[in-house]
């Protein structure tokens, strides 16, 4: 069950992160295009950012590497179900009937593996689900963050 009162009290902490450009480019592009019964995967959840954008939507489920991330933002209290693992062992444990017709939201993910692991995490996802929606950031050159090693930038510039 989504517990709408964590939801409320992440937008209110976190408004400014939340309600960006690109949050606003993602609800917009999601709510237009697919009827609240469509199932969402939010690969990186983090802070729950898209789940928050998407309060209609009832079956958003979330991919989260760091199990921190999960507990401080309480993940699994806004999503419907919350993996905790590298993105590529997630995909190596479901496949075909989980993933089908699903869209994904890969929010700030893709600068976090190498060029090589982001191009097969992107061809295993084409193989099964709707639509794949991508956000990174523009020459952005970042290091572990908060003790997650997971926050380093692989690929700081995604435009070569």
Not at 58 to 75: D, G, H, K, S, T
Not at 123 to 151: C, K, S
Request: charged share 25%; hydrophobic share 40%; net charge negative.
């Amino acid at each position: 069950m989504i517990n709408h009162e964590v939801i409320l009290n992440a937008i209110a902490e976190r408004h400014k992160e939340i309600f960006d450009w690109a949050g606003h480019q993602v609800r917009e592009l999601i709510t237009l295009k697919y009827p609240s019964d469509t199932r969402i995967l939010d690969i990186g959840a983090g802070q729950g950012k898209y789940r928050i954008l998407l309060p209609e939507y009832e079956y958003i489920y979330a991919v989260e590497v760091f199990e921190p991330y999960v507990e401080n933002n309480y993940l699994r209290e806004m999503y419907h179900k919350v993996y905790v693992q590298d993105v590529r062992d997630f995909l190596s444990d479901h496949g075909y009937a989980f993933l089908t017709g699903m869209v994904v939201i890969m929010g700030d993910v893709l600068e976090h593996l190498t060029r090589a692991d982001a191009q097969e995490v992107l061809e295993q996802l084409y193989e099964f689900v709707t639509e794949i929606i991508v956000v990174v950031p523009y020459e952005y050159p970042q290091g572990e963050e908060d003790g997650n090693v997971h926050q380093e930038h692989l690929q700081d510039d995604l435009t070569i």
